[in-house]
């Protein structure tokens, strides 16, 4: 699942669930089994275009549809603040 939004600088990021592609066992399986909706965050990664920094943030299942482009922005500017 991807989703793309783009900031008052006119970044866009491209967030998608970290567990895509790792494959059917060990972690990963446990990361996709928690995206059917047992209310665990799962990890998603947004990667901007230009010269910022990745970010990794936990999110709750359904994030890619339920959660709101100024929300998923929020959550990328709290991110990028983390130490």
């Known amino acids: ?7 008052a600088d006119n970044t866009k990021w491209t967030c998608v669930q970290a ?7 060990g972690p990963a399986a446990a990361i996709a089994e928690r995206a059917n909706g047992d ?3 799962l990890p998603v990664v947004c990667t ?8 990794r943030l936990s999110l709750a299942a359904g994030w890619h ?7 998923l922005l929020d959550a990328i ?7």
Do not use: H, I
């Open 1 to 7: 699942m991807q989703r793309e939004v783009t900031d």
């Open 19 to 25: 567990y895509a592609g790792l494959g059917a066992e």
């Open 39 to 41: 209310g665990t965050p």
């Open 48 to 55: 901007p275009s230009g010269g910022a920094q990745s970010v």
């Open 65 to 71: 549809e339920a959660m709101s482009d100024e929300a």
């Open 77 to 83: 500017a709290t991110g990028r603040d983390a130490p």
